[in-house]
């Protein structure tokens, strides 16, 4: 996150002596990003943090190409992905490319035993259904219904759900995930025009501490690769950290809609950006307010990004056909727009209750035999008018 952070002890001074109640020395580790230079924090460790004891196995995971050029609108049925134990095994990656990957989940448990850290991607996890903690080793965060949980790549982490019920919309992004930059001044901070600021991003604040060596498993993900590492000491040994790399949650309700007289363009609702994909939030919202305004979107083509749209709950306007839990692709290249009868069906509506996440990629999207077990086979075809 663009703003300084610190918890636990640290020392006064940087790279300086840090000393224990015993006299020895905690295990000082930069964190740092983008080749030490983008954001980076100095963490303490109570032991070395670079203790492998053996590394176990190595398995592939990458997600198996149905399509690798597609030029079909989709729609998939996210919630017949099945319920799984596991959190790793129960995360489907349904659509990719070299930048990103739409994941979707239902893990039914907590992560007992093991650690997980993804070495290739930020993750940013949409909590759709269910409640927990997420677990990491520079601070926990409670999270619920509708909270966007941003992982940055190296964070080790475990997740704890409250129940078995339990519903997952997460983008993998191998560049770097920001709030969006025409949002922030040259110091960083979000500006007055931004639909959220600081005091909705809620940062670590519980750090975990566990003073253990033993064999602690940690699951590494790197190049689609699964690596079982395992190490001497806990991951979760910091006794304090500060800087701007760390994990943080930002509810989709705390994010404040700009609306207009007439219809406004996508980019208002931009949530998060790298320089390969955005991610928007569509929310509650008033309706446009010109006399003769249309409120459901006009047919739009943005030629070269393919659009991913995740729907969480409410009513959606442009559609009649849309359940949550559902993803829709419209892909680079075609025009996409309201269902018939959507436009006329909208006018002299005042507001909305849709929820819904999109992602819109700039490299088109590979679909997946996961992802392609989902669609309906018609999608396709729903703009047709009717004989
Ligand atoms: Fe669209």
Redesign the pocket.
Request: charged share 10%; glycine share 10%.
């Given at each position: 996150m663009p703003f300084y952070h610190k918890l636990g002890k640290i020392p006064p001074k940087r790279h300086t002596q840090f000393r224990k109640p015993d006299g020895s020395l905690y295990s000082e580790q930069l964190f740092g990003t983008v080749g030490f230079d983008g954001m980076y924090s100095n963490i303490y460790h109570e032991y070395r943090p670079t203790q492998v004891k053996e590394i176990v196995k190595q398995y592939k995971v990458a997600p198996k190409i149905a399509r690798a050029n597609n030029m079909e609108s989709l729609r998939l049925k996210g919630f017949n992905v099945k319920p799984e134990k596991d959190y790793l095994s129960s995360r489907k990656t349904v659509l990719t490319n070299s930048d990103c990957s739409i994941i979707l989940a239902a893990p039914q448990e907590s992560q007992k035993d093991y650690f997980y850290k993804n070495t290739d991607a930020d993750e940013l996890i949409f909590i759709h259904k269910g409640s927990g903690k997420l677990r990491t080793f520079l601070g926990n965060l409670d999270f619920k219904y509708g909270d966007y949980l941003l992982v940055p790549r190296g964070i080790i982490y475990k997740i704890d759900f409250d129940t078995e019920d339990n519903r997952l919309f997460i983008v993998e992004s191998r560049r770097p995930i920001y709030t969006p930059k025409r949002y922030r001044n040259w110091f960083g901070q979000l500006l007055e025009h931004s639909p959220f600021c600081e005091r909705d991003i809620r940062k670590p604040q519980e750090l975990e501490h566990h003073d253990e060596k033993g064999e602690f498993l940690v699951k590494v993900k790197k190049q689609d690769d699964i690596f079982e590492m395992v190490y001497a000491t806990h991951p979760f040994d910091v006794v304090g950290y500060d800087g701007y790399n760390f994990p943080y949650a930002f509810s989709i309700h705390d994010f404040e809609p700009i609306t207009g007289r007439i219809h406004q363009p996508?980019p208002v609702h931009q949530t998060f950006e790298t320089d390969a994909m955005v991610v928007c939030s569509f929310v509650p919202r008033l309706y446009d307010y010109h006399p003769d305004s249309i409120p459901a979107?006009y047919n739009?083509s943005?030629i070269d990004s393919d659009?991913v749209?995740y729907y969480v709950d409410g009513d959606f306007m442009?559609r009649n056909d849309i359940e949550a839990g559902q993803i829709t692709l419209?892909p680079a290249g075609i025009v996409?727009?309201p269902h018939p009868g959507a436009a006329e069906r909208s006018i002299g509506k005042t507001e909305t209750e849709e929820l819904a996440v999109?992602v819109d990629t700039f490299k088109p999207l590979q679909v997946t035999e996961d992802g392609l077990k989902l669609s309906d086979g018609t999608y396709y075809q729903s703009w047709l008018e009717k004989e």
């Open positions: 996508p979107p739009h943005n659009e749209l442009s419209h996409h727009g999109m």
